[in-house]
């Protein structure tokens, strides 16, 4: 096997490993936004869940952003 080769072969291995790490953050991206959507459902459904909506959904989006700031994965 020449340098070339050698190289070619370590940039799919690469390449791979990339796209195996990619998959793997959206497959946990995408349970943690099911998790959020039943929780939302269950919130909803309780009295205490129902006065904590009320108070979500009458925010303005500049104090919901204000409040998401430091939740985001770094």
Do not use: H, Y
């Not at 790490?21 to 869940?49: H, P, S, Y």
């Amino acid at each position: 096997m020449d340098v070339l080769g050698l190289a070619l072969a370590v940039l799919k291995l690469v390449n791979f490993i990339m796209g195996f790490v990619d998959r793997q953050q959206l497959m946990e991206a995408g349970r943690q936004e099911e998790i959020a959507k039943e929780a939302l459902a269950i919130a909803g459904k309780t009295a205490a869940g129902k006065a904590i909506m009320e108070k979500i959904n009458a925010l303005s989006p500049a104090d919901v952003d204000a409040g998401l700031v430091g939740l985001e994965p770094k």
